[in-house]
């Protein structure tokens, strides 16, 4: 199966992917543990030739199903295949800054099919069908797609990306009596408007104020307000100002600020929910650092390293390396995380970060699949040759090392 999914992807791509897949992966073993910038290569490829459905573009739910047919029979879920578009970004940014041409153009062509792909699949991105199988039915799954299609349009330029991305955000964005945005809309089919007590879900809430601050940086500056009722644009000073919004929301109600633990929800006036999730820290951490990008306000950024500091320290303490959540999902919980903790680590220097995430990755690539070249979720344990892998599970290491490669 491997060799098909390497051949199709020769083949639809043009661009031989053997050597970079295998790279030298004797250098790997000088140093227990270690991992050189060719196993972050093979560490991607080993990903993408077991996971990527090749004819599609999106990604499979796991390495037993033979294509991504739809919800339920092979497609990962909606809201993940926007991670796993991040992933080939990023991808594009290192081949760049290794300034490797080939790698350069090669990435840059599967960033654009993994769109086509994704936009076939999904409705056209038409963020109003909310049909159960390709479309949409929880705030949310459009989110993700806000911000990924934001960062394309960030990286690339390409100006559907942002047409998308603000038509989005129009879908999630409405008016708010009480603060915070809604989790879902029920029944999925004829919803009726939320009511005071719906669920305020983290995972809603700070994907929010990514999105805004991300469009924040990127639309034009001397766009006028629109007078329409739903806008279809907003100006930067409105997605600042809505990022603000929904983030003060968050900090009072989903925040613990003595220890930085994020809650995962809050229905009404209960109490929150104190479930910490990895990926709820990560987003509050870049909700943060964008906030504090576009202020210099130090609170944003001290919000942040409280966060980072909870994850670190507290929830990756039995094994001293990023938890693992078991779940249909959970598993790509380290993939966003990586993405927010690079803004931490790079945009703010804060390096203290480092031997937390290399020893993760390290511990991971150590116990991956070696003839495969995929890892597990559970990165303490290793993964048998051959095992069933779901794409959550296996986007964590690779994730990690497209960001925290072996030389930066």
């Known amino acids: 199966m491997k060799s098909k999914i390497l051949l199709a992807l020769t083949l639809l791509l043009g661009v031989s992917t053997t050597t970079w ?5 004797g250098k790997a073993n000088q140093k227990k543990h270690a991992y050189t910038n060719e196993d972050v290569w ?24 033979p294509s991504a047919v739809d919800r339920g029979n092979g497609a990962a879920a909606i809201w993940c295949q926007p991670i796993y578009w991040d992933m080939a970004m990023n991808a594009y940014k290192l081949a760049k800054a290794q300034k490797d041409r080939k790698k350069t153009s090669y990435y840059k062509t599967l960033c654009e099919k993994i769109f086509a792909g994704n936009k ?11 049909n159960e199988n390709t479309g949409w039915f929880i705030y949310d799954d459009i989110m993700w797609w806000t911000i990924s299609l934001a960062r394309g349009y960030e990286l690339f330029g390409v100006d559907e990306y942002l047409k998308l991305s603000e038509a989005s955000f129009k879908r999630v964005w409405y008016d708010k009596e009480n603060g915070g945005m809604f989790w879902q809309w029920q029944p999925i089919q004829n919803p009726k408007p939320n009511k005071f007590g719906d669920g ?3 995972c809603i809430n700070f994907p929010t104020v990514v999105a805004a601050l991300t469009l ?8 006028k307000e629109s007078t329409d009722k739903r806008p279809d644009y907003q ?3 409105q ?19 003595a220890t930085g633990k994020i809650a995962d929800s809050r229905h009404g006036n209960g109490n929150p929910a104190w479930k910490a999730h990895v990926y709820n820290q990560a987003t509050f951490i870049g909700a943060s650092i964008l906030l504090y990008k576009a202020t210099g306000e130090k609170r944003y950024l001290d919000n942040a390293i409280l966060a980072a500091d909870y994850t670190v320290k507290d929830m990756s303490a039995d094994h001293k390396v990023l938890p693992f959540e078991g779940g249909i999902e959970q598993g ?63 986007s964590g290491i690779p994730a990690l090392m497209l960001l925290f490669p072996a030389k930066k």
């Not at 600042?240 to 600020?257: F, H, M, P, R, T």
């Open 21 to 25: 897949a295998v790279g030298n992966l």
């Open 42 to 65: 093979a560490a991607y490829e080993g990903f993408n030739n077991t996971l990527l459905d090749s004819n599609k573009y999106i990604y499979k739910t796991n390495s037993s199903y």
């Open 120 to 130: 076939a699949q999904y409705c056209q991105f038409d963020f109003d069908d909310n």
């Open 200 to 202: 305020k879900m983290a």
């Open 216 to 223: 924040y940086n990127n639309v034009p500056e001397n766009r």
């Open 235 to 237: 100006t930067k000073a």
């Open 239 to 257: 997605y600042l100002a809505k990022g603000k919004e929904i983030y003060e929301w968050g900090v009072e109600n989903l925040l613990d600020k």
């Open 332 to 394: 790509i919980y380290t993939a966003i995380f990586a993405e927010y903790m690079a803004w931490l680590v790079y945009d703010c220097g804060q390096t203290q970060y480092l031997p937390f995430l290399k020893r993760t990755i390290k511990t991971g690539w150590a116990n991956r699949d070696k003839t495969r070249n995929v890892c597990g979720g559970e990165y303490y344990k290793k993964l048998p040759e051959g095992a069933e892998i779901d794409s959550y599970s296996a």
